[in-house]
């Protein structure tokens, strides 16, 4: 006999399987809530060319952050309509951002994987899935916009379909429009 606390903890695991690719939370990293309308975390990594970057340094822009690796077949799905709202938006402000997870060591696969699937848009690096803590992933894709000030106004766990319509009136919101 199955106890209703087993088809909970299915049905929760279900959900993660189901909602992208699963990853394994580590590091540290704060605790603070991540939700639509409050700040997002100071959050630091590293370019593909070795680069500090930050999100810091983006503050006064629109980010479009999507947490990807090159081993998660959903986050393939959605590159072309990422690349999609990067050509389409860039022009108004909206910064792209990819964040790999990949593994250290996965920079010329990473580079291969953009030139694949001709992401125009740069990547950052977090082979210690730092993000993942501290935006408090479940897994891969996922996805944040940050509008000019720093405040989380849209998330999304799995990838993005192509005409997403809350993504849409998001970044048109966040853009001013």
């Not at 409050?38 to 810091?56: E, F, H, I, N, R």
């Not at 699937?117 to 916009?145: C, N």
């Not at 000030?149 to 993005?160: E, N, S």
């Not at 993504?167 to 966040?174: G, H, I, K, S």
Request: proline share 5%; net charge neutral; charged share 20%.
């Amino acid at each position: 006999m199955i106890s209703v606390r087993s088809v909970r903890a299915l049905g929760a695991a279900s959900w993660v399987l189901a909602a992208g690719c699963s990853g394994g939370e580590s590091g540290g990293g704060s605790r603070a809530r991540v939700d639509v309308g409050l700040p997002v975390p100071a959050y630091s990594a590293t370019s593909l060319t070795g680069d500090t970057v930050s999100l810091a340094d983006h503050r006064g822009k629109v980010i479009l952050l999507n947490v990807w690796a090159t081993w998660c077949h959903p986050c393939r799905d959605e590159i072309p309509e990422l690349q999609a709202l990067h050509e389409k938006y860039a022009a108004r402000g909206l910064e792209l951002v990819g964040v790999s997870v990949d593994t250290e060591g996965a920079d010329e696969s990473i580079r291969e994987f953009m030139r694949d699937y001709k992401m125009t848009y740069p990547v950052w690096r977090d082979p210690g899935e730092r993000i993942s803590a501290q935006f408090h992933t479940v897994g891969v894709p996922t996805t944040f916009l940050i509008d000019r000030t720093g405040v989380l106004r849209w998330r999304k766990t799995g990838p993005i379909q192509p005409g997403d319509a809350t993504l849409t009136r998001a970044l048109e919101q966040a853009l001013g429009s």
